[in-house]
């Protein structure tokens, strides 16, 4: 499995800071042993998105911190788990496993941080966090606390669905069967939080892992890119994107004009991952 990614940020109609942080890193790993080839190389990508909260500046503060966190993740860390890929017979479970128990590590360390600053300084802050990291065996772990969103969609049925839950007061009405799903668009409450990173002195980050196939996407969005935009109209336009960086920024970056012509006040942040074989004339085959 190949990756291509794009994103694109605004700080929307009203803020005059972008609280938004977003991250798209990408790696290769060698892999050996008996159903490897000698010279194979494995491919990992990982899509992050923060929505920061708290006054001028301090929602920025929290939402980079996440950030730079899973940063440094993976340019150090995770190479240390992916390096026994060079022994023979070792699986990707292990390895799954490694980067789950990492995850909830370093959101409970980033919350103390938070805490902490927060307390240090007299002010009080916050951040949503969503970050998913796919193999290219299709394997993939996500985590995610607050109403940031990450979405799969794919292309060539045009199909999206929301792979994670919303851990906001409105969502939580929902699951409940309180309010519709349409009511909780125009909610004054939405943007209640049930969880988030900073706020209180635990925390409780959904941790979940699955498995893509190629010709899929993940979209990883803050609320204000998913507020004035229907889940339909992002299956139709995301499901054209099927491999071009350059083409996906194009795309995410109309959509969020969309969203300010709409009204969209929040900041507007979106991440774009496009899951393919080896040669893209496969998807455009099946798309037709």
């Known amino acids: 499995m190949y990756f291509t990614a794009g994103a694109y940020s605004d700080a929307g109609l009203k803020k005059s800071v972008n609280q938004d942080s977003i991250c798209i890193l990408q790696g290769e790993y060698p892999m050996h042993g008996k159903f490897f080839n000698e010279n194979r190389r494995g491919r990992v990508v990982m899509g992050m998105v923060c929505d920061g909260m708290g006054g001028e500046k301090q929602g920025e503060i929290a939402s980079k911190a996440g950030i730079e966190m899973f940063r440094k993740w993976f340019t150090k860390k995770l190479p240390e788990h992916l390096k026994k890929y060079e022994k023979p017979g070792n699986h990707s479970d292990d390895v799954l496993q490694k980067v789950s128990k990492d995850f909830e590590t370093m959101i409970n360390n980033l919350n103390h941080d938070m805490c902490r600053y ?5 002010i009080r802050l916050g951040t949503t966090l969503s970050v ?3 193999f290219d065996d299709g394997r993939y772990i996500l985590a995610h606390t607050g109403d940031s969103r990450i979405y799969r969609i794919e292309r060539h049925v045009k199909k999206i669905s929301q792979i994670t ?3 906001s007061l409105v969502a939580d009405e929902v699951r409940k069967g309180i309010i519709t799903k349409d009511e909780a668009l ?4 939405r943007n209640i939080l ?3 990173i900073g ?3 635990s925390v409780s980050p959904i941790i979940e892992t699955g498995r893509i196939n190629t010709g899929v996407s993940v979209l990883i969005c803050s609320d204000g890119f998913y507020h004035e935009i229907r889940e339909s109209e992002m299956g139709e336009r995301l499901s054209e994107m099927y491999g071009d960086k350059e083409e996906i920024k194009r795309a995410l970056t109309d959509m969020i004009r969309v969203c300010k012509s709409r009204g969209e ?6 991440v774009l991952i496009t899951c393919r074989g080896r040669d893209r004339r496969d998807l455009w085959l099946r798309r037709k």
């Open 186 to 189: 125009k909610d004054s409450r």
């Open 265 to 270: 006040k929040d900041n507007i942040s979106a």
């Open 132 to 134: 998913i990291i796919i």
């Open 199 to 201: 706020i209180s002195d």
């Open 194 to 196: 049930t969880e988030c």
């Open 165 to 167: 839950k919303d851990q």
């Open 118 to 122: 927060g307390t240090d300084n007299g």
